[in-house]
T-cell receptor, first 114, second 111 residues
Framework: EPEVTQTPSHQVTQMGQEVILRCVPI?????FYWYRQILGQKVEFLVS????????KSEIFDDQFSVERPDGSNFTLKIRSTKLEDSAMYFC????????????FGDGTRLSIL | DQQVKQNSPSLSVQEGRISILNCDYT??????FLWYKKYPAEGPTFLIS?????DKNEDGRFTVFLNKSAKHLSLHIVPSQPGDSAVYFC??????????FGTGTRLQVFP
């Protein structure tokens, strides 16, 4: 069964450094998403991306965050200057259409900011 | 943001019996609801969904019921198996791609 894959599984970064989290969505999917889950809290929506542009973003997704689809297979989340509170599990998801269609998640990247 | 609530943090069920996981929501504009299962160190795995125009959807051992007047949905697993032990999340969306998740219910199925 096709999967969403995320790398790395664990990223440790010094506060203030830039970090890039990588995702390979399911190959025929057109809609891409990032979510995060801070330890002990809910899974929270960050951003959705379609047709090479952001279609929706949450309040969390401020100017420190950006997303990119640099080629036909990768989808990345960049955090420019990491803060301690960015420590969380970051999940990438994809779906073949938008709206009433399930999103399929990767196994996540655990981001630890020191 | 408490739009989607799962009030039971945990549930313990004997193998072979029915597991019923509950979810309440406050936003009457939600039009799509999903259940995900999550094992430790893995991402959420999609289980089953239902649109707001239906009140029931069934897929094998899994059935989701939607009661719009009560703003309540439930997931029934029957018969429960030890491999079903995981955290279950309900999620909802309002005509957008943004999923709003509940806090999860940890299900343990014991022999």
């Amino acid at each position: 069964e096709p999967e969403v894959t995320q790398t790395p599984s664990h990223q440790v970064t010094q506060m203030g450094q830039e970090v890039i989290l990588r995702c390979v969505p399911i190959s025929n999917h057109l809609y891409f998403y990032w979510y995060r889950q801070i330890l002990g809290q809910k899974v929270e929506f960050l951003v959705s991306f379609y047709n090479n542009e952001i279609s929706e973003k949450s309040e969390i997704f401020d100017d420190q965050f950006s997303v990119e689809r640099p080629d036909g297979s990768n989808f990345t989340l960049k955090i420019r200057s990491t803060k301690l509170e960015d420590s969380a599990m970051y999940f990438c998801a994809s779906s073949d259409t938008g709206g009433i269609k399930p999103q399929h998640f990767g196994d996540g990247t655990r981001l630890s900011i020191l | 943001d408490q739009q989607v609530k799962q009030n039971s943090p945990s549930l313990s069920v004997q193998e072979g019996r029915i597991s019923i996981l509950n979810c309440d929501y406050t936003n009457s504009m939600f039009d799509y609801f999903l259940w995900y299962k999550k094992y430790p160190a893995e991402g959420p795995t999609f289980l089953i969904s239902i649109s707001s125009i239906k009140d029931k959807n069934e897929d094998g051992r899994f059935t989701v019921f939607l009661n719009k007047s009560a703003k309540h949905l439930s997931l029934h697993i029957v018969p429960s198996q030890p491999g079903d032990s995981a955290v279950y999340f309900c999620a909802a969306s309002e005509n957008t791609d943004k999923l709003i998740f509940g806090t999860g219910t940890r299900l343990q199925v014991f022999p």
